[in-house]
């Protein structure tokens, strides 16, 4: 009973096997990235970014149709054109950055859908929006772990550098050779990373594989490295659990995948709030002899 709930869908089915394979990739790619964006808090920007690829993916899609290189090319460009935009408006206007970042995030989103309901089906328009993890060829896998791969040899090289912006950016620009560039390249390791997420799980979920992980693992984990582990082991063991939720029960792979880690993440907080509270109720005795006193 267990073997046929738990590992049969994976062992019989090749679409099964493929789904797993390229959320364990962005599991490994994605996550970590996410872990700097929470310790920057810089999380509403990866979900700013995520749906500024829609415009290119959309172009993609008008020029080539369901081109994965198009669309991946597409997407690419989108994203690091609105982060320039941000950037370059934020300082000529003086206004925030955050505030930049939103507007265009909300404009790319609507152009992105207007291009591809004008040219495309509903059918088309909830691909590129939610993705289809089960329908992952091998190309696209191969995509996907490509990424993966390339964000791991970047991780490690700027780690340190990372590390240390997170602390005090101008102490790594200081120290560091890498430090001058680490802003950016961390940034397009960010768009990357979402683009390939859109392969799997369309532009509006691709950030949740990225940012609940992480968030999930402040609440388990103190030091970076462990921070880490707990992040990627969490989105690679949702990803499971969402899968087989979405095989047995007939639901969409994409929301279930990201609603189990929304469910650890609701486990989490409720596990932390109840820890603290049994700590508080413990310093009472303390506190009142102190008031004693």
């Known amino acids: 009973m267990l073997y046929e709930w738990l590992l049969a869908p994976f062992v019989d089915y090749i679409f099964m096997q493929r789904a797993l394979v390229g959320i364990w990739a962005l599991a490994l790619g994605a996550t970590p990235f996410g872990v700097f964006l ?10 700013a970014m995520s749906h500024a690829i ?3 993916v959309a172009v993609g899609y008008l020029l080539a149709g369901l081109s994965l290189g ?16 941000t950037g370059l408006v934020a300082r000529l ?11 265009f995030y909300l404009l790319s989103l609507a152009l992105g859908v207007l291009i591809i309901s004008s040219r495309g089906s509903n059918v088309d328009l909830v691909h590129v929006l939610f993705g289809s993890v089960l329908a992952l060829n091998n190309a696209a896998l191969l995509l996907v772990a490509g990424i993966s791969t390339f964000s791991l040899l970047i991780l490690a ?19 560091s050779p890498l430090g001058l560039w680490t802003p950016v390249v ?10 390939g997420g859109f392969h799997a799980l369309g532009t509006l979920m691709a950030v949740g594989i990225m940012i609940l992980p992480a968030v999930i693992a402040r609440f388990w984990a103190w030091q970076l490295g462990s921070m880490l582990t707990v992040a990627v082991s969490v989105a690679m063991l949702c990803g499971w659990l969402g899968l087989l939720l979405s095989f047995h029960f007939d ?9 189990s880690l929304g469910g650890v993440y609701v486990l989490s907080a409720l596990f932390t709030v109840h820890r603290r509270l049994g700590r508080l109720n413990h310093l009472q005795p303390a506190i009142h002899s102190i008031k004693e006193k």
């Open 38 to 47: 929470v310790l920057r808090r810089m999380s509403l920007v990866g979900d």
């Open 54 to 56: 829609l415009p290119g």
């Open 70 to 85: 198009a669309m991946t090319l597409g997407g690419f460009i989108a994203g690091m054109l609105v982060a320039l935009l």
């Open 93 to 103: 206007t003086r206004s925030p950055e955050e505030s930049s970042l939103a507007a």
């Open 157 to 175: 090289v700027l780690y340190r550098p990372l590390v240390l912006e997170c602390l005090d950016p101008a102490y790594c620009r200081a120290v």
């Open 186 to 195: 961390f940034l397009v390791m960010v768009v990357l990373n979402l683009v």
């Open 251 to 259: 639901l969409p792979s994409g929301p279930t995948i990201i609603l």
